[in-house]
């Protein structure tokens, strides 16, 4: 087991074996501990967690860190695809302000701590995981926040199993409320082809990121351009939610749409979201899909104000 001051690696899924299984993992040893060392420093760039967790599931062991100490219903990060916890370092301080407690997740099948098990095949796969994590964790409710792809499977519970959220807030859900643009293809696809130059890589990740020259060049770039290009994630590809199952959610949404977001039409995304019953919908003009790395303590101020209308 790999230890650091803020992480330990556990079983980690190394190699191209696990793929005939349908398991995400690092492509080679060598992946693995780029990775590692990238996640190590951006962890130590974090507030100390006040616990770290793994929660067994039945589709695997999920890393959970805990910050802050409040006893309202806490606050559960959900990161984008080839992200993890570190990714909410500019966030964590505004959304655990007043003592609330804030949850981070390492997602399940994707580069971080957490180690994959069985294959997550579908939706309602990965809302089972999610609610038993919570289960484990005992949380007879919680709050679900989600970031670009991270939106997707909080949608995904509130869906198939709602019984424990209490809300849920999306920051530009990919792939949640209207299909991935053609741009978006092209930068997924592109980012993770093998020996493809570290510096055209950061370029294609800058595109989201509202076309900054360099997405390389904070320490979340860095972290997602190596979990993009380290590890290979085994989910066959998400399903846009149909209208009927967004008209059925119960509980309450707040989608924050960026308005200069390269992962969809904001337009029609904002659209559909309306849709969800009781749903609050808004589209931020000046923010690009990085958005909760360009407004924190905008998003801070606002979750918190949402939260505060959910009883």
């Given at each position: 087991?790999?230890?650091?001051?803020?992480?330990?690696?556990?079983?980690?899924?190394?190699?191209p074996e696990?793929?005939?299984?349908?398991?995400?993992?690092?492509?080679?040893?060598?992946?693995?501990?780029?990775?590692?060392?990238?996640?190590?420093?951006?962890?130590?760039?974090?507030?100390?967690p006040?616990?770290?967790?793994?929660?067994?599931?039945?589709?695997?062991a999920?890393?959970?860190?805990?910050?802050g100490?409040?006893?309202?219903v806490?606050?559960?990060?959900?990161?984008?695809?080839?992200?993890?916890?570190?990714?909410?370092?500019?966030?964590?301080?505004?959304?655990?302000?007043?003592g609330?407690?804030?949850?981070?997740?390492?997602?399940?099948?994707?580069?971080?701590?957490?180690?994959?098990?069985?294959?997550?095949t579908?939706?309602?796969?990965?809302?089972?995981?999610?609610?038993?994590?919570?289960?484990?964790?005992?949380?007879?409710?919680?709050?679900?926040?989600?970031?670009?792809?991270?939106?997707w499977?909080?949608?995904?519970?509130?869906?198939h199993?709602?019984?424990?959220?209490?809300?849920?807030?999306?920051?530009?859900?990919?792939?949640?409320?209207?299909?991935?643009?053609?741009?978006m293809?092209?930068?997924?696809?592109?980012?993770?082809?093998?020996?493809?130059?570290?510096?055209?890589?950061?370029?294609?990740?800058?595109?989201?990121?509202?076309?900054?020259?360099?997405?390389?060049?904070?320490?979340?770039?860095?972290?997602?351009?190596?979990?993009?290009?380290d590890?290979?994630t085994?989910?066959?590809?998400?399903?846009?939610?149909?209208?009927?199952?967004?008209?059925?959610?119960?509980?309450?949404?707040?989608?924050?749409?960026?308005?200069?977001s390269?992962?969809?039409?904001?337009?029609?995304?904002?659209?559909?979201?309306?849709?969800?019953?009781?749903?609050?919908?808004?589209?931020?003009?000046?923010?690009?899909?990085?958005?909760n790395g360009?407004?924190?303590?905008?998003?801070?101020?606002?979750?918190?104000?949402?939260?505060?209308?959910?009883?």
């Amino acid at each position: 087991m790999r230890e650091s001051r803020k992480a330990s690696f556990p079983d980690a899924r190394i190699g191209p074996e696990w793929g005939r299984r349908r398991i995400g993992a690092f492509r080679d040893a060598a992946a693995f501990e780029r990775f590692a060392a990238v996640y190590e420093e951006a962890m130590g760039r974090l507030p100390e967690p006040d616990e770290q967790r793994m929660v067994q599931t039945a589709f695997g062991a999920v890393r959970v860190y805990r910050f802050g100490t409040g006893e309202g219903v806490p606050l559960v990060l959900m990161p984008g695809r080839g992200s993890c916890t570190p990714l909410w370092r500019t966030n964590l301080a505004g959304l655990t302000r007043g003592g609330r407690t804030v949850c981070a997740v390492d997602g399940l099948g994707e580069p971080g701590c957490s180690v994959q098990s069985a294959p997550l095949t579908s939706g309602a796969d990965q809302a089972a995981w999610i609610d038993e994590m919570l289960a484990g964790l005992e949380l007879p409710a919680a709050h679900l926040l989600g970031v670009s792809i991270g939106g997707w499977p909080a949608l995904q519970v509130a869906i198939h199993r709602p019984e424990r959220l209490a809300s849920v807030i999306t920051l530009d859900p990919a792939h949640s409320f209207a299909r991935l643009s053609w741009k978006m293809l092209v930068v997924s696809l592109g980012s993770v082809i093998p020996g493809m130059p570290e510096r055209l890589r950061n370029r294609l990740l800058g595109w989201i990121s509202g076309g900054i020259d360099d997405a390389g060049d904070p320490i979340e770039g860095r972290l997602i351009a190596s979990g993009m290009r380290d590890f290979t994630t085994r989910f066959p590809a998400p399903v846009l939610p149909r209208d009927d199952e967004l008209r059925a959610i119960g509980v309450p949404v707040l989608a924050l749409i960026a308005g200069r977001s390269i992962a969809h039409d904001p337009d029609k995304a904002a659209a559909r979201a309306r849709t969800v019953p009781g749903g609050t919908v808004e589209v931020w003009p000046d923010a690009s899909h990085a958005i909760n790395g360009e407004f924190p303590e905008r998003i801070a101020d606002r979750v918190e104000e949402f939260l505060g209308t959910v009883r």
